[in-house]
């Protein structure tokens, strides 16, 4: 059996210092040297694949991802001043419940308010409320006659807890 030179670069069987310093000792010969470092990559590998399966994992009882803000929809997307239209909202609450022990728990928002802004224009339209399991709420309400045709936006909770991008369109 060929003995593994340490410290002197790559051998016939390809093993350079930091593969001789990882698996084996200055008494190890070759045959040796390849098992210990086919263990050595089992394991190393059997490890790699498990921390990305770790960090996907999914979370312990008692924890959610709830920390997303509100996502606003609105129905029709174009309208005409005057005309009425409705708006959805899902997860209008405080709080964020996505650590053990939950430290800051969530709770539905009430009575907030929405404007309509376009320019430097803006006014109330009516509150939203968000209930249920997805703090979801709705709003039916006329787009305001003061409205020009053009980019406009609705706001909740100024100075931009959410905010929701429409075009005004001309009216009939």
Same mark, same amino acid.
């Given at each position: 059996?060929?003995?593994?030179?340490?410290?002197?670069? +790559?051998?016939?069987?390809?093993? *350079?210092?930091?593969?001789?310093? !990882?698996?084996?000792?200055?008494?190890? @010969?070759?045959?040796?040297?390849?098992?210990?470092?086919?263990?050595? #990559?089992?394991?190393?590998?059997? #490890? *790699?694949?498990?921390?990305?399966?770790?960090?996907?994992? +999914?979370?312990?009882?008692?924890?959610?991802?709830?920390?997303?803000?509100?996502?606003?929809?609105?129905?029709? !997307?174009?309208?005409?001043?005057? =005309? =009425?239209?409705?708006?959805? !909202?899902?997860?209008?609450?405080?709080?964020?419940? @996505?650590? !053990?022990?939950?430290? @800051?728990?969530?709770?539905?928002?009430? @009575?907030?308010?929405?404007?309509?802004?376009?320019?430097?224009?803006?006014?109330?339209? *009516?509150?939203?409320?968000?209930?249920?399991? =997805?703090?979801?709420?709705?709003?039916?309400?006329?787009?305001?006659?003061?409205?020009?045709?053009?980019?406009?936006?609705?706001?909740?909770?100024?100075?931009?807890?959410?905010?929701?991008?429409?075009?005004?369109?001309?009216?009939?």
């Amino acid at each position: 059996m060929t003995p593994v030179r340490h410290g002197a670069g +790559p051998t016939r069987f390809g093993h *350079g210092r930091l593969a001789a310093l !990882v698996v084996g000792g200055p008494g190890d @010969d070759a045959a040796t040297m390849i098992v210990r470092r086919r263990a050595v #990559l089992a394991v190393a590998g059997a #490890l *790699g694949s498990l921390v990305p399966v770790a960090a996907c994992a +999914p979370p312990t009882s008692g924890v959610a991802a709830s920390c997303a803000g509100p996502r606003l929809a609105l129905s029709p !997307v174009s309208a005409a001043p005057g =005309q =009425q239209v409705g708006l959805s !909202v899902e997860w209008l609450h405080s709080g964020c419940a @996505d650590t !053990v022990p939950v430290v @800051d728990p969530e709770g539905p928002l009430a @009575d907030v308010p929405v404007e309509v802004v376009q320019g430097s224009a803006r006014a109330v339209v *009516g509150t939203i409320s968000g209930t249920g399991p =997805q703090f979801t709420g709705a709003l039916q309400f006329a787009l305001p006659e003061w409205l020009r045709p053009g980019p406009a936006a609705l706001v909740l909770d100024d100075p931009g807890f959410g905010r929701l991008a429409f075009t005004v369109v001309a009216g009939a």
